[in-house]
């Protein structure tokens, strides 16, 4: 079974920096390619980066490119998303995702706030 887990979310100040990981279970994790999304309240989950499978392809939204990256390290099974700089917009629950076959899994979320 397809398990997901994010961690390392927390209250950070703007301009500050944030390392979320994503531990994956259950499933050949090499072979694929994971996503980090991010959801606000009351809006559609946006895809922030991308991973390939053995780590040669990453993407970026505009809104963080520059300022998130995005790596794995396939003999732990894990996924980072290294976060610098960080603006107000940042605040969101943070997701990884995987797709195999038809099948999309999702960890449980992870909290990113700004204080003010």
């Known amino acids: 079974q397809v398990h997901l887990v994010e961690s390392g979310g927390g209250t950070v100040q703007p301009g500050g920096s944030l390392r979320l990981s994503c531990a994956a279970s259950?499933?050949?994790?090499?072979?694929?390619?994971v996503t980090w999304y991010r959801q606000r309240p009351g809006e559609e989950r946006e895809l922030v980066a991308q991973i390939s499978a053995v780590g040669r392809s990453t993407q970026y939204s505009d809104p963080v490119r520059g300022r998130f990256t995005v790596s794995r390290d396939n003999t732990k099974n894990m996924v980072g998303l290294q976060k610098v700089n960080l603006k107000p917009e940042t605040t969101a629950m943070y997701l990884c995702q995987t797709r195999i076959g038809l099948a999309t899994d999702w960890g449980q979320g992870n909290q990113v706030s700004l204080s003010t």
């Open positions: 259950g499933f050949g994790f090499s072979d694929y390619t």
